[in-house]
């Protein structure tokens, strides 16, 4: 009876790191690429936190009081007010593509938790149930944050785009400090 548990216990243990064999070139594999995803994703959204910081101090050098604008021509007045409108549109723009960067990143970062356990299971030769269905889920998730990524960076592109044309819209408008240069 002790041989026939003994082998059986072998027999288990081979069992177990056959299944782990099997899935351990989907494993590194989806690892290596969870791993150069997240880096990309993560330099971008600090890119765009970054750039939103810097265009929201901006945002306050170009912001006029009604004192100021009292004295302006009516065409003046108008220009100004399409400058904020683009300045608003930007602003908005930025914080849509941060609030769906942070909102993909803490899904990202939910099932980074199923990888790590995948990686911890492969490495002790006890991987659970479902491995096929994890590891298809998490291929999925990571196909999706590699296309993801390449449609908000082109977002970004047009955004920073807009940013720069607004900024030179408020440098033709001659307005510095507050009032109205020269024209």
Do not use: H, P
Request: hydrophobic share 40%; proline share 0%.
């Amino acid at each position: 009876m002790k041989q026939v548990l003994t082998i059986l216990s072998i027999l288990f243990v081979l069992a177990a790191c056959s299944n782990a064999g099997k899935y351990a070139d989907q494993i590194n594999e989806l690892a290596s690429r969870w791993d150069s995803t997240t880096s990309a994703i993560t330099d971008f959204a600090g890119t765009v936190s970054n750039t939103q910081a810097s265009w929201l101090s901006e945002v306050n050098t170009m912001k006029v009081s009604e004192e100021t604008m009292a004295g302006w021509s009516e065409e003046m007045k108008a220009k100004y007010n399409e400058l904020m409108a683009a300045v608003n549109n930007n602003t908005s723009n930025l914080s849509g593509l941060s609030s769906e960067l942070d909102g993909f990143i803490s899904q990202w970062t939910e099932k980074s938790e199923e990888l790590k356990a995948l990686k911890e299971g492969l490495a002790s030769g006890k991987l659970g149930d479902n491995v096929e269905e994890k590891i298809s889920e998490l291929t999925s998730l990571a196909n999706t944050g590699a296309a993801n990524l390449e449609t908000w960076q082109s977002k970004f592109s047009e955004i920073n785009a807009a940013i720069a044309n607004t900024k030179q819209m408020f440098a033709d408008l001659g307005v510095s400090g507050g009032s109205e240069t020269s024209r």
